[in-house]
């Protein structure tokens, strides 16, 4: 090996060395460091569900020694007190007030409730603590008041209001997911007809019309998606009409109309 060459070879060592050196310093000094915090946490250990400690009846009484509830109730592990079983609730003058069922502290099934002069006032079903079935109102004179139908606790179904009769209907209307639909009719006491209208998905939808006490049709309108769209009639007491036009809520000429 020349002289040259050998320096060449003694300096590309070296610069290998230092490389490998250095290499070493940084693994040491990484091993070294502190090491980062890990970004996944522990999932927390979730309690246990409470069991039932201890069941049965307890009473309450108002100051006078009258019965206010008796209910059946639970406790449990972790000392809540929960009602399950039958419950009644009473007046302060001893008329019942309402009863029914508890499931692990929520309403189920069939419940009533009275006036405090003893008339029923409603019954009334829940599932799983919400309206659920057919609601009846009554009027602290027994009639009834209204029929209502419930769904997973939002308004479906039948609903009637009634006069002071019991029988005369009100209002006739019916919900679907909580909101009108399909045929909505009001009436007069005497049990005429007083406006008819029509629902979808909560909005007016189709064709309205009024009448007066007599039945004699006064007014007529048609909608569109809960706005006036199209022709609005009005009859005079002498048979005359007038006419007005209208494109969502908003008058127009006639020719304009939608067709």
């Known amino acids: 090996m020349t002289f040259l060459r050998s320096l060449r070879y003694f300096a590309l060592a070296a610069c290998v060395g230092g490389r490998l050196l250095a290499d070493n310093v940084a693994v040491a000094q990484d091993a070294a460091a502190p090491q980062a915090a890990p970004i996944y946490l522990d999932e927390p250990t979730p309690a246990p569900e409470p069991t039932v400690a201890q069941e049965g009846p307890v009473s309450e009484k108002y100051d006078d020694g009258k019965p206010r509830v008796s209910r059946q109730v639970r406790i449990l592990s972790d000392n809540q007190v929960v009602n399950h079983g039958q419950y009644t609730e009473y007046y302060r003058n001893g008329q019942k007030f309402a009863e029914g069922n508890f499931d692990n502290g929520v309403h189920e099934g069939p419940w009533s409730y009275w006036h405090d002069n003893g008339q029923l006032a409603k019954t009334v079903i829940f599932k799983k603590g919400a309206p659920d079935g057919q609601w009846e109102v009554f009027r602290a004179d027994g009639t009834l008041q209204s029929k209502k139908g419930y769904k997973a606790g939002k308004r479906d179904g039948a609903w009637t209001s009634y006069f002071a009769d019991g029988k ?23 049990g005429k007809p007083r406006q008819e209208s029509i629902f979808v998905d909560g909005a007016l939808d189709g064709l309205m019309t009024e009448y007066d006490q007599s039945g004699r049709k006064v ?18 007491a002498d048979g005359t009409v007038s006419e007005q036009f209208f494109k969502d809520n908003q008058r127009i000429a006639p020719g304009e109309a939608p067709k």
């Open 168 to 190: 005369t209907p009100k209002i006739e209307q019916s919900f679907a997911e909580n909101q009108l639909a399909g045929a909505r009719k009001t009436f007069y006491e005497s």
């Open 219 to 236: 007014g007529e309108a048609t909608f569109s998606k809960g706005k006036l769209n199209g022709k609005l009639s009005r009859w005079a």
